[in-house]
């Protein structure tokens, strides 16, 4: 089992920054592969970007070119460093961990709500 517990949400103008942290209860070295998924109000969760254990990232396509994935092995944090925000991105976010041993289980953090406005 893992607990995820996320931080740095809040509300930013369109065009500003924000980076999120997600700090995990055991070594992320354990971890598969961790991700961020955003939902925004009447709208499902969806993948915004994702790190594996061996550093391998995947973002969604309307957020390429802004948003960055990272990871502190040190810390067992992973962040999410967003620039150039739009209105579009605004929503809750919420950490993922995905551990797959013979089968795969996903933990989910709390989620932060990130909000910007126009």
């Known amino acids: 089992q893992v607990q995820l517990v996320e931080s740095g949400g809040g509300l930013v103008q369109a065009g500003g920054s924000l980076r999120l942290s997600c700090a995990a209860s055991?070594?992320?070295?354990?971890?598969?592969?961790m991700g961020w998924y955003r939902q925004a109000p009447g709208k499902q969760r969806e993948l915004v970007a994702a790190?594996?254990?061996?550093?391998?990232?995947n973002y969604a396509d309307s957020v390429k070119g802004r948003f960055t994935i990272d990871r502190d092995n040190a810390k067992n944090t992973v962040y999410l460093q967003m620039n150039s925000l739009k209105p579009e991105d605004t929503g809750v976010y919420y950490c993922?961990?995905?551990?797959?041993?013979?089968?795969?289980?996903?933990?989910w953090g709390q989620g932060t709500q990130v909000t910007v406005s126009s």
């Open positions: 993922n961990a995905k551990i797959v041993v013979i089968t795969s289980t996903q933990y």
């Open positions: 790190i594996t254990s061996s550093g391998r990232t």
């Open positions: 055991r070594s992320i070295f354990t971890i598969n592969a």
